[in-house]
């Protein structure tokens, strides 16, 4: 059985805000609430989990050494630590 593909971050990220808009109308019936509440929670940790693995990748800068040799650094921001 083939795998399912998995969603984009922004695919989420839409589920997860057509969540929040069915959510704040309160039309839908309490069973489909708490779907959806569950499911939200799914996604947002989901958002959350992306992002942070985004942020380590862009916490490492590549520079080139004097020998011509690519060389990984930790990223500094003034201010943060």
Known sequence: MP???QASFEENLQELEN???RLEKGQSPLADIVADY???MELSAK????L????????IVLQESSKGEIVE???I???EQ
């Open 52 to 59: 942070k693995q985004a942020e380590k990748k862009m916490d």
């Open 19 to 21: 969540i929040v808009i």
């Open 38 to 40: 569950t499911k939200g």
């Open 73 to 75: 650094k930790q990223l």
């Open 77 to 79: 921001i003034e201010g």
């Open 3 to 5: 795998r399912k593909k």
């Open 47 to 50: 958002c959350m989990d992306a």
